[in-house]
């Protein structure tokens, strides 16, 4: 049996008993303990198959396998869903990029497209990379011979031969025994759902570990233009110089509502400042979220031989950066008045740290793409995205939002206490010790709400475990008396 036949084997086999264990684990949800354990598997997978290919973690391209092994293990740390999805985020980002350096990317100086084209080769191997590698790459068939190969027809054969005789005998054991018929319900209702899981699970795996073990399907150096179009300096000096004057004439009128202060503002709009706040932050949050690929398209579509254009886009596009900020900065201190008159959310926290790592990229773009180093842009703009899930996790988004709306309703502000009963596990220890600051009736809606949600299982599944869902449990059983007097003290 030659090396790539055991290869072959090693992967169906890793693909098999990732499937398995996925099924026992990621059945139950929540996940937490279960999916740390599977995305660790799945890296000690790919670490140790990765070693037979060289190229997939040539030039330290092992750092790769932290997002992998860190994400999931996050799932133990935090119960915010925006979190666990930010975490899902980077593990599928970290699978696509070992796939663009398996195919011969570079990944700090790989462009936007490249990433991209890592990403749709990833996803590709994973949906249906597993036919090659069963139909027709089979050196490991030949590994085994035609005795095997012949032996395994015959057992499928006597499978389906012995079908017909196993329906009509067990339908009259059906008939016949109603604990049998039970047995066999609940295997007909259990078995194919485990089935059908293992199955797919495998199927996934299997593709992708394919795709990065002999994926050959293209080489990812792109040095052509995809589309055969160009700009040249006049037609980008006047497109970017109508934009900068656009964000000219708003950042001239932000100034001057800003610092003109609301008396201004509402002789002006009719709005009080905290509705005038309210009202742009959304629209200003998109319109720096488009003008980094609108800048970068541009600057792609700009010829690289074309002197005095680029040096005219690096003044343009540095005026609009310098403007944006501004722009920015309105934006910031717009959700900051918003924040201070109606509190802290999920919905206004995580768009302003997005506007964070935005802030980072657009330095970034200014010391790379602005410079002449366009190739470098991509690979710190996912380093920046990858710290700014890590500084997200240490900060503990929901937990920050049940403090500081406890703090707000403390010093006399209104406190939205439905909305704070929602939050994950992460803010339960902090919304039970700040149960005295609140009101009656707000106090009697939290109390309700983590008996309800929070009261520790009988039975819990190991597999669902979490740091923070244990913390919670502990904290609403350490206070349970608390809480329900809480509860009956609102009825008096």
């Known amino acids: ?6 290869l072959e084997i090693s992967a169906l086999a890793a693909a098999l008993a990732l499937g398995v264990l996925g099924d026992a684990l990621l059945r139950c949800f929540p996940w937490g303990v279960n999916f740390a354990l599977w995305g660790g598997l799945l890296a000690a997978a790919i670490f140790f198959l990765g070693r037979e290919r060289r190229q997939a973690f040539a030039e330290g391209g092992w750092w790769l396998l932290l997002p992998i092994t860190l994400s999931p293990l996050a799932f133990v740390w935090h119960e915010s869903l925006a979190l666990k999805a930010l ?15 398996a195919c011969g990317g570079r990944l700090r100086v790989a462009s936007l497209m490249q990433y991209a084209v890592g990403s749709l080769l990833a996803g590709l191997n994973a949906a249906f990379g597993m036919f090659p590698l069963l139909l027709r790459d089979r050196e490991w068939t030949n590994g085994f011979g035609w005795i095997w190969t012949r032996k395994s027809v015959a057992v499928l054969l006597g499978v389906a031969l012995a079908l017909p005789p196993l329906l009509v005998f067990g339908g009259l054991f059906m008939g016949a025994d109603a604990v049998f018929r039970s047995l066999v319900f609940r295997f007909v209702r259990d078995v194919p759902s485990h089935l059908v899981i293992v199955v797919f699970i495998a199927y996934c795996v299997g593709g992708y570990l394919r795709g990065l073990l002999f994926g050959k399907e293209r080489n990812l150096v792109l040095e052509k233009r995809l589309i055969p179009i160009s700009l040249g300096a006049i037609e980008m000096g006047v497109m970017l110089g109508l934009l900068d004057l656009l964000f000219l004439a708003f950042v001239a009128v932000q100034v001057r509502y800003f610092f003109g202060g609301s008396a201004l503002v509402q002789a002006t709009t009719g709005l009080t400042y905290s509705e005038y706040a309210r009202s742009g932050f959304f629209e200003l949050l998109a319109v720096a979220a488009l003008v980094l690929p609108f800048l970068l398209l541009v600057h792609w579509l700009l010829r690289s031989d074309d002197a005095p254009g680029q040096r005219g886009f690096q003044w343009l596009a540095g005026a609009q950066i310098v403007l944006l900020f501004v722009i920015m900065a309105s934006a910031f201190q717009r959700m900051r008045l918003y924040e201070a008159e109606y509190g802290l959310s999920e919905q ?3 768009p302003t740290a997005f506007m964070g790592w935005l802030a980072v990229v657009f330095v970034w773009f200014c010391l790379t793409v602005l410079r002449g180093h366009r190739e470098r842009f991509a690979f710190g703009a996912m380093v920046a995205g990858f710290l700014l899930i890590a500084a997200l996790h240490a900060l503990d988004p929901d937990a920050l939002i049940a ?3 406890l703090s707000r309703a403390q010093a006399g502000h209104i406190f939205d206490a439905r909305y704070a009963s ?3 596990a992460d803010a339960v220890p902090d919304l039970v010790a700040g149960l005295q600051n609140l009101n009656p009736q707000d106090r009697c809606t939290i109390a309700v709400r983590l008996l309800e949600r929070w009261s520790p299982p009988e039975n819990p599944d190991w597999r669902s475990w979490t740091y923070s869902r244990s913390q919670a449990w502990q904290a609403v059983s350490a206070n349970g ?5 809480a509860c009956a003290d609102s009825k008096h």
Do not use: C, E, G, W
């Open 348 to 350: 206004r926290l995580y």
């Open 1 to 6: 049996m030659n090396a790539t036949a055991k």
């Open 403 to 405: 403090r500081t709306n």
């Open 422 to 424: 929602r939050l994950s």
């Open 87 to 101: 975490n899902l985020l980077a593990v599928l980002t970290a699978l696509s990029l070992i796939i663009l350096r």
């Open 481 to 485: 008396p608390n809480l329900r007097a």
